[in-house]
């Protein structure tokens, strides 16, 4: 069946640290991929997505490309603030509405 | 942009008695909801899949007994933990597909004492 592994946290990085968030997936046919961040207290928002292999999705600093070779949507940042720390899901999409998430990774960036 | 409220966004309550937690689509209609059940450090699990003005879809697994789900207008869905156990405290969130995209509620902390 169609799954989505994510790196485990906590990741604690410096502010304006290098990110990255790995995350892979198994899943049939073309799935759309995305990133979700959590902030404390609140809900769950987009972050980026990408719909097909070699897309790459971007949005307030961040971006995954879309790797169908080697089944991977890594999300990276180049220059942490303090404000990133959240909890970022990586999740897919194949068909219909149902999204299938990852464990979700903590970020903690330190000032 | 699309919101959804989701309420209480904690709750504690001893083991046997019912909890409902509500979402509300505040300024779109949603005619599809979607419940997510999550364990510490684990995915969030689809749960259950509410259409207004109809039965809900539940995951396998899922008791839909156990977890009522109400979608009786186009800005409200409801889940209801019946006879709540300790094994049942877990975070509990919703979603609304409004525009292409996703639209989460903040989320529900149940623990059941």
């Known amino acids: ?111 | 942009g699309a919101v959804v409220s989701q309420h209480p966004s904690w709750v504690i309550c001893k083991s046997g008695t019912s909890v409902k937690i509500e979402c509300r689509s505040l300024d779109f209609q949603a005619t599809t909801m979607f419940w997510y059940r999550q364990f510490p450090k684990q995915s969030l699990m689809l749960m259950a899949t509410s259409n207004e003005g109809s039965k809900a879809t539940y995951e396998q697994g899922v008791e839909k007994d156990k977890f009522l789900i109400n979608h009786a207008s186009l800005t409200l869905s409801t889940l209801t933990v019946t006879s709540a156990h300790p094994e049942d405290s877990s975070f509990y969130i919703c979603s609304a597909w409004t525009d292409g995209g996703y639209t989460f509620g903040s989320g529900t902390r149940l623990t059941v004492v």
């Open chain 1, 1 to 111: 069946g169609n799954s989505v592994t994510q790196m485990e946290g906590p990741v604690t990085l410096s502010e304006e640290a290098f990110l990255t968030i790995n995350c892979t997936y198994t899943a049939t046919g073309y799935p759309s991929l995305f990133w979700y961040v959590q902030y404390p207290g609140e809900g769950l928002q987009l972050l980026l997505k990408a719909t097909k292999a070699d897309d790459k999705g971007s949005n307030k600093g961040f971006e995954a490309t879309y790797r169908k070779e080697t089944t991977s949507f890594h999300l990276e940042k180049g220059s942490v603030q303090v404000s990133d720390s959240a909890v970022y899901f990586c999740a897919l999409r194949a068909g219909g509405f149902k999204t299938i998430f990852g464990a979700g990774t903590r970020l903690f960036v330190k000032a």
